[in-house]
């Protein structure tokens, strides 16, 4: 577990250095009138969520034939080129292309959380598969810190290639401590054999529904969150409390994931599912009637421990739910709802908020997540793990 906590880390450490200078990097590209700039950042920013979604359920597919750790490689390694050549692109248009071929590469945090399940005991897989979450969140808020820092005194084509450096090192990390059991056959299927497979995973659609959301309530919000601050703080620091109030989440995650994960491991997991979908929902209360800045980092934070609760259990769900033989498979439509998440969710805040106003943002992402709530708390064969096969 925490040979794999260090390899996500590392990979979304990466992924996230170069998240703060991709505007000006875009400005190096040729791109200098400002909505230019906004336009294409958007563009190039989403790009590889894309494609993410499409090839998550593919590549664990594959993970499932041949097993999880030649994929864990096939991501860090691929991404690792890609980031590289990000940094000898010649136009905006090849930097776009890059961020798509990207995301067809991604999936390596899904694919690790897939490997960690398939070990993990039942008893344990909440607190377990909670605290592999954390990984990848402490990697997506010292990313973003560290990429600000490095773009003071370097290139941007050095950080793309530190990048890189930071993916072949996760690649090591897989290569030379991780094991997995070999308990996938290499058996020829038979003709429509897939499809009465992926039937088996009808039951997880409120899972991946629940994915789509949890990520929908975290990111619609992020668009808007600095400019919001900035209407009820005007203080001389308010940079760096605007940066406070997008990391608060993130922060408080690191904190709920494996301590909900855990109580989910007693509880049941749906139950910490509904009722941290239901918390969650009212934490945007504060955010929405924030009149100064504490208001507003005292929701963003309660928002961040609850959605911490919902992630290891949504994970827990679909290794519960899903049949061994095809649990990459799961693990990888999982992932797809969480991309289509990121990728919709920033575009739901930012239109909402331009239609209807700052505040109507937290109502409407608020009401998503009470519905979703509702949704699970009546879908009661999520208690159950659905298995035909007592062995498996």
């Not at 999880?68 to 776009?96: D, F, H, N």
């Not at 003709?191 to 309530?217: F, H, N, R, S």
């Not at 749906?270 to 929405?288: D, E, G, T």
């Not at 930012?350 to 505040?359: E, M, P």
Request: glycine content about 10%; charged content about 10%; aromatic content about 12%.
């Amino acid at each position: 577990m925490w040979i794999l906590w260090a390899a996500n880390f590392v990979i979304t450490s990466g992924m996230n250095l170069v998240i703060p200078f991709l505007p000006f990097y875009i400005e190096t590209l040729g791109v200098t009138a400002t909505d230019e700039v906004e336009r294409w950042s958007g563009w190039i920013f989403s790009a590889q969520f894309v494609t993410s979604v499409i090839f998550q359920p593919i590549w664990g597919s594959f993970a499932d034939k041949h097993g999880r750790k030649p994929m864990l490689i096939r991501a860090a390694l691929g991404m690792g080129i890609v980031t590289v050549l990000m940094g000898i692109a010649g136009s905006v248009w090849q930097l776009l292309i890059l961020r798509l071929i990207n995301g067809v590469f991604s999936g390596f945090v899904s694919m690790a959380i897939s490997l960690q399940a398939s070990v993990t005991p039942d008893k344990n897989a909440g607190e377990a598969l909670g605290t592999m979450q954390t990984g990848a969140i402490a990697g997506g808020l010292i990313g973003p810190l560290l990429g600000g820092y490095l773009a003071e005194f370097m290139d941007y084509t050095h950080i793309f290639y530190l990048t890189g450096a930071l993916h072949f090192a996760a690649c090591a990390v897989v290569v030379f401590f991780v094991r997995e059991p070999h308990t996938h056959k290499r058996a020829e299927r038979a003709p429509g054999k897939g499809a009465a497979d992926l039937k088996l995973l009808l039951p997880l659609i409120p899972v991946y529904v629940a994915a789509t959301i949890t990520q929908i309530g975290m990111m619609s919000i992020e668009p808007i969150v600095t400019i919001y601050a900035e209407t009820i703080y005007a203080g001389a620091d308010l940079t760096m409390v605007a940066g406070f109030a997008v990391a608060a989440t993130g922060m408080a995650n690191l904190v709920g994931a494996p301590v909900l994960g855990r109580i989910a491991d007693r509880v049941g997991q749906r139950k910490i599912l509904y009722f941290s979908l239901a918390a969650a929902s009212c934490m945007y209360i504060p955010q929405a009637f924030a009149a100064n800045i504490y208001m507003l980092l005292a929701g963003r934070f309660l928002l961040g421990l609850f959605i911490g609760g919902m992630l290891p259990s949504l994970n827990a769900l679909v290794r519960h739910l899903a049949p061994k033989k095809i649990q990459a498979t799961a693990f990888g439509f999982n992932s797809s709802a969480i991309f289509l998440g990121n990728f919709t969710g920033p575009l739901i805040g930012s239109g909402v908020a331009a239609a209807f106003g700052f505040r109507s943002v937290f109502f409407v992402t608020m009401a998503i997540l009470l519905i979703n709530a509702l949704m699970i708390f009546k879908n009661k064969h999520l208690d159950v793990p659905a298995r035909t096969d007592p062995k498996e």
